[in-house]
């Protein structure tokens, strides 16, 4: 057979990409990277210990070696490497709650609704499961309690870092899912009180054992249930939101944007946290997250479309902050 060309070799391995996302997944439900933290061991060790063959985990483990996750060592054993040490439960920023969640059969499932709803311009997501991803997670709180897990990231400590939230007294974090976010920036800044706001359900698990709960801040904070289409909690110095308004279309945003603007008074700063979509071809994690975003029914945002849902708003942006993660913060103050 004729060698394969440099682009056909590079076209071959996007084409198996989801291979790899899948074994991925599998990895990190197996809990592999754990089983491995204490040095290397045996496909049969890792296999007792997971509960699954050791014929077709060894398979597994070693295609998985040849992308960098895991390695196998000369005595036949499996190690982690830097790739693999990600998916450990215990690591700050694992993971594998993404690795669980992106890689879930149900997002799948909507996925396989993405060519013929370009087609139709049906949301992929609400054709594949009869219901929005937001009501299909208030439908299965094992899948919600995953989603939550995976959205508590290393991003948290970079956007604290990145603005000076010194300066405020009050600050609420709307849709903030169990508080990650807030409980980084009040441990930070032992003056500020904060308030997390969220659909009722999400609150409930918050409140349960969610990061607000520490010691060192519960106090300062309160915790609140809600619908951000109809209003947000009023008067705070600065309002938080982060992931949110790429879940939505622009006419939904907008609507949310409104309910801020409403409940903000003349000095209060808004701060949208969402990636920015570069100009250009070249490779951004953004560009391929929009088309998940796609999936549910929302969108990534260029610089131009964050500042023209805000006007339309009625708010004005008035810088956009890089954070050390793929994140920015878009400030924006009432027009
Ligand atoms: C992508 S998550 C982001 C969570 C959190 N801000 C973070 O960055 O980890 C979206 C959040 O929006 C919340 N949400 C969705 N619809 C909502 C609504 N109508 N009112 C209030 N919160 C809502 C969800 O419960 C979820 O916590």
Known sequence: ????SLPHKAMLNLIVGHWVARLIQVAASLKLADHLKNGPRTAEQLASAA????????????ALASVGVFAETKNGRFKLTPLAATLRTDTPGSMRGQAMLLNSNWQWDAWQQLLPCLKTGEVPFDKAHGMSSFEYLEAHPDELAVFHKATTGLTNPAIAKAYDFSKYKTLVE???GHGALLATILKAHPTLKGTLFDQPSVIAGARKDGPLTAKSIAKRCTLEGGNFFE????????YTMKYIL???????????LKNCRAAMHDRSRLLVIDSIIPPGNGPDYVKLLDIEM?????????????????RKAGLKLIRIIPTKSPLSIVEGVRA
């Open 246 to 256: 790429h879940d939505w279309n622009d006419e939904r945003s907008v609507q949310i």
């Open 294 to 310: 796609l999936i549910i029914g929302g969108r990534e945002r260029t610089k131009a479309d964050f500042a023209a849902i805000f």
């Open 174 to 176: 709307i849709a903030g």
């Open 1 to 4: 057979m004729a060698k394969k």
């Open 51 to 62: 509960g699954v063959r050791a014929p077709e985990l060894y398979r597994v483990l070693r």
């Open 231 to 238: 209003s947000v909690p009023k008067g705070a110095d600065v």
